[in-house]
């Protein structure tokens, strides 16, 4: 006879709530939890909802087709994201850095160019253009990663 340590299987004792959408069932969880997910559902809803209007008020403005709305919320959506990689993802490292360290952007800029990376430089990261191969050793020790890190970070997933 098993004893209820070596059961693998149980009955549980707890309920959960359904999650509807316009009706229809797209989920259960527990009730302590309910609440706080539809919070964030109708607000992200309410977002988009302002984020259409905001474009919709864009393209009216600048004499531009309304059938392109999803298109421009599609690119601001996409601009709004953190970047996960290229160098976009680097310049938001380094800022991150920054905060990490407690300076200000004037002793960061001297912080980088004692690390190899010119101000002139540091200026072209920040602002999105191609990161030199040279610069990934520099980059590597400000941020505390090792070279192939940020190297995987500035060439995204190989697939």
Same mark, same amino acid.
């Given at each position: 006879?098993?004893?209820? /340590? /070596? =059961?693998?299987?149980?009955?549980?004792? @707890?309920?959960?709530?359904?999650?509807?959408?316009?009706?229809?069932?797209? @989920?259960?969880?527990?009730?302590?939890?309910?609440?706080?997910?539809?919070?964030?559902?109708?607000?992200?809803?309410?977002?988009?909802?302002?984020?259409?209007?905001?474009?919709?008020?864009?393209?009216?403005?600048?004499?531009?087709?309304?059938?392109?709305?999803?298109?421009?919320?599609?690119?601001?959506?996409?601009?709004? /994201?953190?970047?996960?990689?290229?160098?976009?993802?680097?310049?938001?490292?380094?800022?991150?850095?920054?905060?990490?360290?407690?300076?200000?952007?004037?002793?960061?800029?001297?912080?980088?160019?004692?690390?190899?990376? =010119?101000? /002139?430089?540091?200026?072209?990261?920040?602002?999105?253009?191609?990161?030199?191969?040279?610069?990934?050793?520099?980059?590597?020790?400000?941020?505390?990663?090792?070279?192939?890190?940020?190297?995987?970070?500035?060439?995204?997933?190989?697939?």
């Amino acid at each position: 006879m098993m004893t209820k /340590e /070596e =059961s693998p299987w149980e009955c549980g004792m @707890g309920f959960y709530v359904p999650i509807l959408n316009q009706g229809e069932l797209v @989920g259960i969880c527990k009730p302590e939890y309910a609440e706080e997910i539809l919070e964030v559902m109708n607000e992200q809803e309410r977002l988009r909802k302002a984020l259409r209007l905001a474009c919709l008020d864009l393209l009216r403005r600048v004499g531009g087709k309304r059938t392109r709305v999803n298109d421009l919320m599609q690119k601001y959506i996409a601009l709004a /994201e953190r970047p996960k990689y290229g160098p976009r993802a680097i310049a938001l490292l380094l800022r991150e850095r920054q905060d990490q360290l407690q300076v200000s952007g004037h002793e960061f800029i001297k912080f980088c160019d004692i690390h190899k990376i =010119s101000p /002139e430089e540091l200026k072209d990261i920040y602002a999105g253009k191609p990161v030199d191969n040279t610069l990934i050793a520099p980059i590597a020790r400000i941020l505390g990663k090792t070279n192939i890190e940020v190297q995987e970070i500035l060439d995204g997933p190989n697939e």
